[in-house]
């Protein structure tokens, strides 16, 4: 083998490796003050992180508790909160809300309750929209968490969990006052929105005439026939009420009726009432 050959062969070799390791997926650990890691994660315990930097082997320990979220390079993310212990008091005798309360409150940390989705002609609600809509409003502020103002996101499975041990869900959240709920999720902010809707129909007709013409005994014939299309549309009429709180505080509280009346026009004007609320920065 000539020496051109093997650099040749050596620098192809060297190309395929670096392409290799360009296309290979990194773990992102985001920092609560929103610095981005792209990284290898090998370890992760209860206080400690440890990763490598993309063609290094040495290892990096990063404390769990400057971390806000980590994005896997499998599409799964996971979010962090620095959890800080309550003084402990006497057992309240109230009821079993109070005595379940959180016993772990994280500051800078806020929740997004569950929608209420309600249709205002028969006042009935619907549980799937509730949870499509907290979902929601919950990946939005994950998809902006560079946007965000020093808060970490409550993890949902989290929230509906301490609600549900509560009794708490989408029929009688907007019953149970924010002082309450903030202990029971153990967060110092809390998004409250609600989306009220009717919907009507829009019939259009639109009418075609057709004309057929036979000869007969040398007579023409003219035969006509009228073909009529009626479309029908769903429009939806959408109020949107949105409400932020912090320390049991209301700090932004706006609704908002969607430009448009089609089916996912309540989505938009959840994000443009998201992205003027408080917590938001460019």
């Known amino acids: 083998m000539t020496l051109k050959k093997a650099i040749t062969i050596l620098i192809l070799v060297l190309i395929s490796t670096n392409v290799f390791s360009q296309a290979k997926k990194l773990d992102k650990i985001i920092t609560k003050d929103y610095q981005v890691i792209e990284c290898t994660i090998s370890k992760i315990s209860d206080k400690t992180v440890d990763y490598s930097m993309p063609n290094e082997t040495m290892i ?46 994280k500051q800078n940390t806020i929740a997004v309750l569950p929608v209420p989705f309600v249709n205002s002609e028969n006042m009935t609600d619907s549980e799937e929209m509730s949870k499509f809509a907290q979902n929601d409003i919950y990946n939005k502020l994950l998809d ?9 996101v409550q993890d949902l499975r989290t929230t509906n969990s301490l609600l549900r041990k509560a009794g708490i869900d989408y029929k009688n959240i907007d019953e149970t006052p924010i002082d309450e709920l903030q202990k029971i999720l153990g967060v110092d902010n809390i998004i409250a929105a609600k989306v009220s809707y009717t919907v ?4 259009t007709t ?42 049991n505080t209301k700090i932004y509280t706006q609704n908002r009726k969607p430009l448009l009346n089609l089916k996912d026009s309540w989505m938009d004007t959840v994000s443009y009432l998201l992205k003027r609320s408080p917590i938001y920065v460019k």
């Open 144 to 152: 902006k968490s560079s946007h965000i103002v020093s808060l970490t």
């Open 200 to 203: 009507t129909q829009n019939q």
């Open 60 to 105: 990096i320990e990063i404390a769990v508790s400057k971390i806000a979220r980590i994005d896997y390079a499998s599409g799964r993310s996971q979010t962090f909160a620095q959890a800080e212990s309550v003084p402990e008091s006497a057992p309240s005798q109230a009821n079993n809300t109070s005595v379940n309360q959180s016993a772990t409150f």
């Open 206 to 247: 639109a009418a075609y005439t057709s004309q057929n013409a036979k000869v007969h005994d040398n007579k023409v014939k003219a035969n006509e026939s009228t073909v009529a299309n009626t479309n029908t549309q769903l429009l939806f009429d959408y109020h949107v009420y949105f409400d932020m709180y912090k320390n």
